[in-house]
């Protein structure tokens, strides 16, 4: 599990649009589906990108907004499965 959040520094703006969307997925039940490439032959990696806010108690002042990158099983999700037919 990777966590993505806003670089120090990094424009406000960049900070404020990140804050938001981080902020409007949980209202809308969503998750974010990224891919992650490394530029090594099988460096593929498909990523749920799960939205976090730390709260005061959990972190230390300033709360940040983040989003939890979870690795997926994505050679599962192309391999090919044959079935034979039903009856």
């Known amino acids: 599990v990777y966590e ?3 670089d120090q520094d990094a424009s406000e703006k ?10 409007g997925m949980p209202e809308r039940r969503r998750v974010g589906i990224g891919r992650w490439t490394t530029g090594r032959p ?3 990696k ?6 976090r806010i ?12 983040s989003l ?7 050679a599962e999700d192309v391999r090919r499965w044959t079935f034979p ?3």
């Open 42 to 44: 099988g460096g593929l």
């Open 54 to 65: 730390a709260d005061a108690e959990s972190s230390p002042p300033p709360r940040h907004h």
């Open 85 to 87: 037919r039903l009856p």
């Open 68 to 74: 939890l990158c979870c690795v997926a099983p994505f």
């Open 4 to 6: 993505l959040i806003a």
């Open 14 to 23: 960049a900070a404020a649009q990140l804050t938001a969307l981080v902020a």
């Open 46 to 51: 498909l990523l749920y990108l799960i939205p």
